[in-house]
């Protein structure tokens, strides 16, 4: 039980993690070329470095634990969140935008009121698909000491124990599909609310 929370606080940190930086940078990549090319080359890279080499790298520099696996779990998180928000404000209606602009509001009551409710569909499927891939990421904190399900996982391959295994295999199963399944509720419900509810994001 107590690997089973270890492992919802390492999602649910680095997941708050990543929202804080990956919404933010996203904005900032639709409204300046130069910051989207290195937004989502950051982003890219992130994801193509596997997750165990970007735990290691971030042993030298603060240790084993917590904090060092929640680096690496952040950088895995990220790119989902970035590339749907960018999607999402993106494919708002121009006409609507300059409808708002016509209005006098500016380019922040635009984003605030319009863009980011429109685009929220879009956005929470990249927050759904990022929360899912790091529950299943979260396995690998366990080699530079972050805790979690992959414990009783590399434990039992270790002790040739398949039913520690199946304890640390299927709550982290279980866990991913719960989720998927609640987060994918959540989003046909704000989809319904929304305005472009029936867009393709591109990382879900």
Same mark, same amino acid.
């Given at each position: 039980m107590v690997q089973f929370w270890e492992h919802l606080v390492l999602v649910a940190v680095s997941e708050f993690a990543a929202l804080a /930086?990956?919404?933010? =940078?996203?904005? &900032? =990549? /639709? *409204?300046? !070329? *130069? =910051?989207?090319?290195i937004v989502l080359g950051f982003g890219n890279a992130a994801q193509t470095i596997p997750t165990i080499a970007i735990l290691f790298l971030a042993f030298p520099l603060i240790g084993l634990g917590f904090w060092p696996s929640i680096v690496g779990l952040w950088a895995y998180a990220i790119l989902p969140i970035i590339v749907n928000t960018i999607k999402g404000i993106e494919n708002v209606d121009e006409g609507t935008v300059e409808a708002a602009r016509g209005m006098g509001m500016t380019d922040w009551e635009i984003l605030r009121s319009i863009q980011l409710p429109l685009a929220l569909p879009v956005i929470f499927a990249g927050i759904r698909t990022s929360i899912v891939l790091v529950i299943g990421t979260a396995y690998l904190a366990v080699f530079i000491g972050g805790g979690g399900l992959g414990y009783w996982v590399v434990a039992g391959i270790q002790g040739y124990n398949v039913p520690m295994i199946i304890a640390?295999? &299927?709550?982290?199963?279980?866990?991913?599909?719960?989720? !998927?399944? &609640? &987060?994918?509720?959540?989003e046909r419900y704000i989809g319904g609310e929304g305005g472009v509810g029936d867009l393709t994001p591109d990382a879900a």
């Open positions: /930086v990956a919404i933010p =940078a996203a904005i &900032l =990549a /639709v *409204r300046n !070329d *130069r =910051a989207r090319s640390g295999a &299927l709550p982290g199963a279980f866990l991913a599909i719960g989720a !998927d399944l &609640l &987060l994918a509720r959540i």
